[in-house]
Structure formats: structure tokens, C-alpha cells
């Protein structure tokens, strides 16, 4: 059974840097899509970046536009990781970040725009609180 573990969450100053990394156990990664989901106070839980499988699919990512050029999802396989660089945060990326993961054949982005991806996803971890304020 794969476990999902968040961190590196916390208070950052608008402008400021974040990286959250999504530790997995249980099973390797290889064959896994890996995705960051954030939900803000009041608002649904969206998808905002993905990073398939190179060896299912095509090992593509995806992010939501609200944080395109910001933010960098990456994944190392051999330390069943994946990241999530975030910069030049706004008050508006405030929120519990979650890591999320499941085998898909087609490249994670093509399922991100469904209106029901997040039900797509079988394995979460418990979130991280990101704040950013100054």
C-alpha cells in the first residue's frame, strides 16, 4: 500500500520560496503519477501541477495556470520523492497543499482539466499548510 507524507509547508513573505516534498512507502514510484493538489479556506480542492510516469506514460508535467512559470513539480524515483518548487508566492497560494498519486497510463495533464480529476487520484497524503503573508 503507498503512503504519501507532505512537508516543507509553513509561513513564507509574499515574493518568497517554499519548496514541499512528498516522501512516499510501501511501493516504488516508477510507475506512478504524482500530482500536487492545494485547497484554500472555503474554496475546492484543485490540482495544480502533475508529473506523469516515464515508464507508464510519458513522463510529461502540467501545471494549472494560476501558478505556470512559478512553481516546478519535479520526482526522484530512486528516493520516492517528488517536489514542488514554489516562487514568488502570493497571498492567493495560501492554502493545505496535498500530494496525491496513481497509475495512469495517459500523461497526468490530459486528466488534470477533467472536472472530476482529483477523484482520479487513490493515494494522498495528509497535507501541509502553506501561508503566505507578510
Known amino acids: 500500500q503507498l503512503q504519501l507524507v507532505e512537508s516543507g509547508g509553513g509561513v513564507v513573505q509574499p515574493g518568497g520560496s517554499l519548496t514541499l516534498s512528498c516522501a512516499a512507502s510501501?511501493?516504488?514510484?516508477?510507475?506512478?503519477?504524482m500530482a500536487w493538489f492545494r485547497q484554500a479556506p472555503g474554496k475546492e480542492r484543485e490540482e495544480i501541477s502533475c508529473?506523469?510516469?516515464?515508464?507508464?506514460?510519458?513522463?510529461?508535467?502540467y501545471y494549472t495556470d494560476s501558478v505556470k512559470g512559478r512553481f516546478t513539480i519535479s520526482r526522484d524515483n530512486a528516493k520516492n520523492m517528488a517536489y514542488l518548487q514554489m516562487n514568488s508566492l502570493e497571498p492567493e497560494d495560501t492554502a493545505v497543499y496535498y500530494c496525491?498519486?496513481?497509475?495512469?497510463?495517459?500523461?497526468?495533464?490530459?486528466?488534470?482539466?477533467?472536472?472530476?480529476?482529483?477523484?482520479?487520484?487513490?493515494?494522498w497524503g495528509q497535507g501541509t499548510q502553506v501561508t503566505v503573508s507578510s
Open positions: 496525491a498519486a496513481d497509475r495512469f497510463s495517459l500523461p497526468c495533464g490530459a486528466l488534470a482539466v477533467l472536472p472530476t480529476a482529483r477523484d482520479l487520484y487513490d493515494y
Open positions: 510501501g511501493v516504488t514510484l516508477d510507475d506512478f503519477a
Open positions: 508529473i506523469s510516469s516515464s515508464s507508464k506514460s510519458d513522463g510529461s508535467t
